[in-house]
């Protein structure tokens, strides 16, 4: 099963900064990658996803990087705004019928006006 | 488009009751929804695969006869914690699938006293 820790990854930046949040995921077999934004006390948001025959994909202020060889996936934030305050996760698509995510630990990100 | 709902958002249960949790997909239908627990600071945790008119499949160590899942319709599954005790007490997440993509409710805060 998944292994989460009791303490999340925080990561504190200025606003107006870019951010970069990591992941690393588990399964070489996985080929379709999301990321996700929770706000406290609410469910997961998406944000952008990227299949696993891309590399880059662009969003409004986003961008997400998907490295095979090494199994890493990351978020990048341009000009990161308070709003973007929240736990990001990213899941993978393990595969198969089912669609199964299976989520990572996440990470806190913190904007400081 | 794509709205999942959870009623309600907060319960309140004495141990040994049982409580039903709704997960609704409002403006699409979904063969296959989703049913997450999420400790605090921790990922979420995928529960069960609740398919319509079928069985659902649950996640090694969960159990089945504790948290019954219906999926009576295409636009409804339930999540029924029954005999619930302290230690079920968290955060439940559903979510739908439409197409390849997942959307998630807003989570139901389920504390058992």
């Known amino acids: 099963g998944e292994s989460v820790g009791l303490h999340l990854p925080t990561l504190s930046v200025q606003e107006g900064d870019n951010s970069i949040i990591n992941c690393a995921y588990s399964?070489?077999?996985?080929?379709?990658f999301i990321w996700y934004k929770q706000e406290s006390g609410k469910g997961p948001q998406f944000i952008i996803d990227?299949?696993?025959?891309?590399d880059k994909r662009q969003g409004q202020r986003v961008t997400v990087l998907l490295n095979k060889t090494v199994k890493h996936l990351s978020l990048q934030i341009a000009a990161t705004q308070p709003g973007d305050s929240a736990v990001y996760f990213c899941?993978?698509?393990?595969?198969?019928?089912?669609?199964?995510?299976?989520f990572g630990k996440g990470t806190l990100l913190t904007v400081n006006p | 488009g794509a709205v999942v709902s959870q009623h309600p958002s907060r319960v309140i249960c004495k141990s040994g009751t049982s409580v039903k949790i709704e997960c609704r997909s409002l403006?699409?239908?979904?063969?296959?929804m989703f049913w997450y627990r999420q400790f605090p600071k921790q990922s979420l945790m995928l529960m069960a695969t609740?398919?319509?008119?079928?069985?659902?499949?649950?996640e090694q160590g969960v159990e089945k006869d504790k948290f019954l899942i219906n999926h009576a319709s295409l636009t409804l599954s339930t999540l029924t914690v029954t005999s619930a005790h302290p230690e079920d007490s968290s955060f439940y997440i559903c979510?739908?699938?439409?197409?390849?993509?997942?959307?998630f409710g807003p989570g139901t805060r389920l504390t058992v006293t």
């Open positions: 990227i299949r696993s025959n891309m």
């Open positions: 399964n070489s077999a996985s080929d379709y």
């Open positions: 979510s739908a699938r439409r197409r390849d993509e997942q959307y």
């Open positions: 403006d699409f239908q979904a063969t296959t």
């Open positions: 609740s398919n319509e008119g079928s069985k659902a499949t649950y």
């Open positions: 899941a993978e698509d393990s595969g198969g019928s089912n669609y199964k995510l299976t």
